[in-house]
């Protein structure tokens, strides 16, 4: 009875509590037709933070009735397809009843002629893994770039060279509107289209096409940039002009069309230029650099790759602020789809040629268990390539089930390049060598690379099936000559002396096949199983001859020593099973793959072969759980296994510089890597609050480090080997907030690594720590038509020890401060100026002052009632500071390097931008 008794006090305690909570109520009408709007979205969102607090669908006529809604403000927000939104604020009492009448909805495309309904649009959604920008909320000014427009993000950073980090990540693409534009050229989108012709702008970690159709996570993706455009700027024309030319000879001329009719879209570019603009794409390291290569750890915390590769010089065919540059480029880019969008061409032509002369002063230490080496070197370098790259895709939607998507990209580059190196070594403060060497290529690198993918949706939802097949060649016919002289001292005499005179040839080729056939399986509305097996098809073949010089001065003895011709070849075959789960805020996905991988190696020179079997894992996981639409966590596992490339296994001695030999490792075993990320993001609506957050973990078994060993005469013998212990974390938050009584945006972030790297020095197990902890802040405030100021400053603390000598510490501060600011004037003057201060603490090691401030200004006028025209008097490097400057710790070494870069000049610009956007859209 006591039971009963509890149980009809609850309830009616229950029911008392539900009559003190607000009803709201009315009905949803089309203000054109005065129709009811049946099945309408009413939801209530509080109005602190914008976030769900309860929704319901109106009726068959119109009625909805949203019941049990505690006290406190709210934003009322109605939504239906093709209807404008409609946004109210409300204010609700425990005891209110609402009656809001017949609200009345506008069609969206009768908005502007008829009713203009207020509405506050969120400047940040989430939407599953996207975070959408709506470019209407960060203001820019006229003729403003999208790079313009990326600063002002919160938790985007734009540096010098236009490359973009997100979230504490390198941005890898740019698309816009979900193509790639000029291939992946990014400074191509982010330079030269306008920012008010953005609507959105969308970051998000781009998957692979077959993990997009099936839902389930495989571990490819790359941080992305979609620029939305607003759809009345994809009809008509726009482009710039740009004519420069300053004193010393520094000149800058660019053209940009864009010419867009609907769906279809032609644009083309051109640049001449000697003052750093290049327009190459940022992937150029990867898909042109030599192979194989060891990370390092840049002053400012970042991880860096160094190529090493099989080409007498090292240069990859790119400008990075290093010397003194002039390109000749331009670019053709087609984009269309048709038949009611089922099918999409996409192709992209660019030609270029780059030349690039300068020289470096690099000056390192290499610590050893029982003493330190310093080298200094001095480099004059003269190099030159002729690019063509064609790239394009195809995407047919065959019918409403299935689907076909081609991509095709090739490059053809024909390279040159000269060098003169001297070099010093000193074991202490005693000279044990010294060298001088001139090197002289020429050489052809080719690639083609295709993919296929075949997509088929089966009768029943969510079983499906993907045929993948893809191929990459790439081949590189070379030579060039080495002439070197090295003299190796004892006592402070010469003791021995080392001629080199060899002319030699290099012979490349690489060609990969990679399928993959995927079937996945609905078990419930809310999760799914994928089966997968490929199979990968790897083959290289490595030629390379040195040939002595004879005394007729002909180069016709083949030194063996330093020739080989070797091929190695991998047959892997793959397969596995992943789990995906999704449901409302929660998604899963598990699984993974395995490998049985085979090599097989052929040294032709030494008549031996050999084959050697592996079983490689490719384990997988994925959680995403989303709060809100603005706040979600997110937690990533990805192994995955790293082949040596054929440069670290061929048993050649590499003696392009005699006091530094290399030597491959025929013996070489796969490396495994697990890779662990968290990832926090909250955005609050109302008070344009952002926080992002990530961490991340990495691990390898049997990584690919370096054995070097120094004899008593200086001489640096280095070999790739395998080890265990190599590891490095990593941490990045960013903080953005908008201070409301000063109208002006805050931003910070706090970052750091911990890294642990492996080696061998002189046959010693060396562990070496290298550590980074950073601070940033950044303030930004703008009036439009009057000024726009902005203030980025960080400080970052660097330490590194190496086991072979713990005492040995190299520890140093490094300071940017980066103010800017834009005055606009009466008459339509801008004045401009911008300063990169560098402030670098000095060290036991490197004692000189590498500080320097970087200023640039300009005066600008423009010109015509839209602005269009504009005429620029600018100064660059103001102060003639520009010193090119590179601090870095490579496992026990410690490197700076300067070199000769731009500095200070005066330049007179015209610029025009025009544009016929908005025209009568074609008929289809």
């Not at 390097?897 to 008929?923: D, H």
């Amino acid at each position: 009875m006591k039971k009963l008794f509890g149980v009809v006090l609850c309830i009616l305690f229950a029911q008392f509590c539900l009559a003190q909570q607000a009803v709201v109520k009315g009905s949803v009408v089309d203000t054109l037709n005065r129709v009811p709007l049946s099945h309408t979205v009413v939801a209530l969102l509080h109005a602190k933070d914008s976030v769900l607090a309860k929704f319901v669908r109106s009726d068959e006529k119109g009625h909805f009735e949203i019941n049990h809604v505690p006290a406190g403000k709210y934003l009322l927000l109605i939504s239906y397809p093709a209807f404008a939104d409609y946004v109210d604020p409300l204010t609700l009492s425990d005891t209110s009843v609402i009656q809001l009448g017949k609200i009345m909805l506008t069609q969206r495309s009768r908005l502007l002629q008829e009713v203009v309904i207020q509405q506050k649009v969120a400047a940040i959604k989430m939407k599953g893994d996207t975070t959408e920008f709506n470019a209407g909320s960060f203001k820019t000014e006229a003729n403003a770039s999208v790079e313009d427009l990326l600063k002002k993000l919160p938790g985007i950073q734009v540096d010098s060279k236009g490359q973009i980090t997100a979230q504490g990540e390198s941005v890898k693409k740019v698309l816009v509107d979900g193509e790639e534009f000029f291939g992946d050229d990014p400074t191509l989108v982010t330079k030269n289209l306008r920012a008010d012709m953005v609507d959105k702008v969308q970051l998000y970690d781009k998957k692979s096409d077959q993990a997009v159709f099936t839902g389930i996570d495989d571990g490819e993706k790359s941080k992305t940039i979609n620029i939305q455009l607003k759809e009345d700027k994809k009809r008509g024309f726009f482009g710039k002009v740009a004519l420069g030319a300053g004193d010393k000879g520094f000149h800058n001329n660019e053209a940009m069309i864009n010419v867009f009719r609907g769906k279809q879209k032609i644009s083309a570019y051109g640049i001449i230029s000697n003052t750093g603009k290049i327009g190459l794409n940022w992937g150029d390291r990867e898909k042109f650099g030599s192979g194989g290569g060891e990370m390092s750890m840049s002053d400012d915390g970042d991880m860096v790759f160094y190529s090493q590769g099989d080409d007498l010089d090292g240069w990859d065919g790119r400008y990075q602020g290093q010397g003194y540059p002039l390109v000749q480029t331009s670019g053709l880019n087609y984009s269309n789809k048709w038949d009611r969008d089922q099918q999409n061409l996409n192709a992209n032509y660019k030609i270029m040629k780059l030349f690039v002369d300068g020289s470096t002063h690099t000056e390192s230490q290499n610590i050893l268990q029982d003493t330190v080496y310093y080298d200094n070197s001095r480099e004059n370098f003269q190099n030159n390539i002729f690019r063509n790259r064609l790239s394009g895709s195809y995407e047919n939607q065959i019918d409403s089930s299935s689907s076909i998507k081609l991509k095709v990209d090739g490059s053809l580059d024909h390279k040159t390049s000269g060098a003169f190196n001297q070099l010093e070594r000193l074991k202490g403060t005693d000279l044990v060598n010294n060298n001088q060497r001139k090197t002289s290529s020429v050489s052809d690198i080719g690639g083609f690379n295709a993919s296929l993918l075949w997509r088929k949706k089966l009768k029943k939802k969510g079983r499906t099936i993907s045929l993948s097949v893809a191929e990459n060649y790439s081949r590189t016919n070379g030579e060039g000559l080495l002439d070197a002289v090295t003299n190796f001292y004892k006592m402070g005499q010469v003791d021995s002396v080392q001629k080199i005179d060899q002319r030699k040839t290099t012979n490349n080729e690489r060609i990969e096949i990679n399928s993959n056939l995927a079937y996945t399986e609905p078990l419930s509305k809310s999760s799914s199983l994928l089966v997968n097996y490929g199979v990968v098809v790897t083959n290289n073949h490595s030629n390379r001859n040195s040939y002595n010089r004879n005394a007729d001065g002909k180069y016709a003895s083949l030194d063996s020593l330093y020739s080989n011709d070797y091929a190695f070849n991998i047959l892997t075959h793959k397969g596995g099973i992943s789990y995906g789960y999704t449901k409302k805020k929660l998604r899963i996905n598990l699984g993974g793959n395995v490998g049985l991988t085979s090599f097989h190696q052929s040294d032709v020179f030494r008549d031996t072969m050999r084959t050697r079997n592996f079983v490689n894992w490719y384990p997988r996981a994925v959680f995403r759980y989303n709060f809100t639409q603005q706040r979600r966590l997110s937690f990533d596992y990805n192994g995955y296994t790293q082949q040596p490339n054929i440069n670290q296994l061929q048993p050649i001695l590499v003696n392009d510089d005699p006091v530094n030999v290399v030597i491959g490792n025929p013996n070489l075993k796969p490396a495994f890597s697990s890779n662990f990320n968290l990832n926090f993001s909250d955005y609050k609506v109302m008070t344009n609050r952002s926080i992002w957050m990530s961490l991340n973990y990495q691990t390898t078994s049997n990584g690919i480090s370096s054995r070097s060993y120094l004899d008593p005469s200086g001489k640096r013998t280095t070999q790739a080997v395998n080890v265990n212990g190599n590891s490095n974390a990593r941490f990045y938050s960013y903080f953005g907030w908008k201070v409301v009584p000063l109208d002006m945006r805050l931003g910070g972030n706090l970052r750091g690594s911990i890294n642990r790297n492996i080696n061998y020095v002189n046959d010693q197990y060396n562990v070496t720590r290298s550590n980074n902890v950073g601070l940033g802040l950044n303030a930004a405030k703008d009036k439009e038509k009057k000024y726009q100021v902005y203030l980025d400053m960080s400080a970052d603390y660097n330490t590194s020890v190496s086991s072979v000598q713990s005492n040995l510490r190299t520890n140093y501060w490094t300071y940017n401060i980066n103010p800017s600011m834009d005055l606009y004037l009466p008459l339509k003057i801008q004045l401009h100026g911008d300063m990169n201060y560098m402030i670098r603490q000095k060290t036991p090691v490197f004692t000189t002052n590498n500080n320097a401030a970087i200023i640039n200004a300009y005066v600008a006028k423009k010109f015509g009632k839209k602005e269009l025209v504009q005429v620029n008097l600018s100064m660059n490097d103001v102060l003639n500071q520009n010193i090119g400057f590179d601090r870095s710790v490579e496992t026990n070494t410690i490197t700076q390097t300067t070199r000769t870069t731009i500095g200070r000049y005066g330049m007179l610009s015209f610029i025009w931008n025009f544009n016929k956007l908005g025209a009568a859209a074609p008929k289809e």
